[in-house]
């Protein structure tokens, strides 16, 4: 079943949302990035983000920074999972699905292998900058 957005809150295009996010996420050091489009595919999600953390304090503050930007601009979330952990995060952000891994549980689950039917979407990897996405 597909999830609903509040119609009360702001929509940014998930497009917009993503490049947002994978630029949030470079700009605090991620490793390789990939957003992956899998609309027509995935039932719940149009678009899927995959991130590398190097530890589990870097992937907690990658998740900070992402749900903060989503808090900031009253986006729809929700939740998280994974957290506490820190091993692999999962942020459903309705329609878009945020993963941070660590590298051993990155390569365990492959997540890109499961969604290579998905279209990669060139991710901004260092070209914006947190100032730039300041409102």
């Given at each position: 079943m597909k999830k609903?957005?509040?119609?009360?809150?702001?929509?940014?295009?998930?497009?917009?949302?993503?490049?947002?996010?994978a630029a949030l996420l470079?700009?605090?050091?991620?490793?390789?990035?990939?957003?992956?489009?899998?609309?027509?595919?995935?039932?719940?999600?149009e678009n899927i983000i995959i991130a590398g953390a190097r530890g589990q304090r870097h992937a907690q503050s990658l998740a900070d920074?992402?749900?903060?930007?989503?808090?900031d601009r009253k986006l729809v979330s929700?939740?998280?999972?994974g957290y506490d952990a820190g091993t692999w995060i999962l942020a459903d952000l309705n329609d878009v699905i945020v993963h941070i891994?660590?590298?051993?549980?990155?390569?365990?689950?492959?997540?890109?292998?499961l969604w290579a039917e998905g279209r990669r979407v060139d991710a901004p990897a260092g070209r914006v900058s947190a100032a730039d996405l300041e409102d």
């Open positions: 609903k957005a509040n119609p009360t809150v702001p929509a940014m295009p998930t497009p917009e949302k993503s490049q947002m996010l470079d700009d605090k050091q991620a490793e390789d990035i990939v957003v992956l489009d899998v609309s027509g595919l995935c039932p719940i999600a920074a992402v749900m903060d930007a989503v808090k929700f939740g998280v999972e891994f660590q590298e051993d549980m990155r390569r365990m689950y492959n997540i890109e292998g």
